[in-house]
């Protein structure tokens, strides 16, 4: 277990990891890569505990600036790194995290999909150094300058909208699930597990 602490100069400046406003924009800072090593999608779906995570120190550190000045600057409403489960379960769990207010999102990973990478490492891979925000349209701009400045990769995956996770590869529906589903399944986890 890892515990740390850490001060917000200016607490009015913080986001969290839920989706805020209906019609933000959905972006990808830092790159998808075709790796699923040590993931909870090998080990779950293919009973594989293999591969060995890399990290690039200079690319995370560069992620991690851009996030930050993002945020101190006002321009994303939500911010989450995508570590456990990898994309699909970021942006899930961005749609559900506030129960009072949970809010769908409709994603293409048309521009995701390059070269070799498969859906399922695109979706479930837990490569470091990619955090998914969401931004207001009329701050998009602000963000690709700051990610730019950064040298860090920065592409807008969908929108938040309505009460359905929707993901999109060119014409073909991936994932297509009621927020009230997702919402069950996250929140009742450990319960369900306890009662096997």
């Not at 090998?42 to 600036?65: R, T």
């Not at 994303?76 to 456990?84: G, K, L, Q, T």
């Not at 931004?135 to 998009?140: G, T």
């Not at 920065?154 to 359905?164: A, E, F, P």
Request: glycine share 8%.
């Amino acid at each position: 277990m890892v515990g740390m602490v850490g001060l917000i100069e200016d607490a009015d400046k913080y986001v969290t990891q839920g989706f805020k406003h209906e019609g933000d924009l959905i972006v990808l800072l830092g790159e998808n890569k075709a790796d699923l090593s040590g993931s909870e999608y090998l080990y779950l779906v293919h009973k594989q505990k293999k591969g060995n995570p890399q990290i690039d120190m200079v690319m995370e550190k560069a992620v991690q600036d851009t996030c930050l000045e993002a945020i101190k600057s006002g321009v994303v409403n939500s911010a989450h790194d995508c570590s456990e489960g990898g994309l699909a379960v970021v942006l899930a769990e961005s749609c559900i995290t506030d129960k009072s207010r949970m809010l769908g999102a409709q994603i293409r990973l048309d521009d995701l999909k390059k070269g070799s990478i498969r859906l399922d490492e695109i979706l479930f891979g837990e490569v470091p150094s990619r955090i998914v925000v969401s931004v207001n349209k009329d701050k998009l701009k602000a963000l690709e300058e700051i990610a730019k400045r950064n040298s860090v990769p920065c592409r807008v995956l969908g929108k938040i909208n309505g009460q359905r996770l929707t993901i999109q590869y060119k014409e073909k529906i991936i994932i297509d699930s009621p927020l009230a589903a997702l919402s069950d399944a996250w929140r009742k986890a450990i319960p369900s597990r306890l009662a096997k």
